[in-house]
């Protein structure tokens, strides 16, 4: 498993994916990730979109392997109103990129 792990781990910084990301919303249409994906980047945030298997697109700001600094990056979302939540990519919800 461990190099499966590892195997994963390469293949997700060839595409630049971060382990953890610090979830803004989800949204089944695209007009509702556009309000927060420039609600985001007006508060200085970098953002990252991902498309989950389930048809949504998921509002992030950009991810990081540490899980600490993403738990930082929510307490910055909440102070703009929103209520965040963390997607671990290794749960290999969203589409390949």
Do not use: M
Not at 66 to 71: A, G, I, N, P
Not at 75 to 94: C, E, F, M
Request: glycine share 8%; hydrophobic share 45%.
């Amino acid at each position: 498993i461990a190099a499966e792990e590892a195997a994963a781990a390469a293949a997700g910084e060839a595409a630049g994916v971060k382990r953890y990301y610090a979830v803004a919303g989800a949204f089944k249409e695209a007009s509702g990730a556009a309000v927060y994906i420039e609600k985001l980047q007006k508060n200085g945030f970098k953002v990252r979109t991902f498309d989950f298997k389930s048809g949504l697109k998921v509002v992030c700001v950009d991810g990081n392997d540490s899980l600490e600094v993403v738990r930082r990056d929510l307490t910055a979302l909440r102070t703009i109103g929103l209520d965040p939540w963390i997607y671990n990519t290794n749960q290999k919800l969203h589409k390949e990129i």
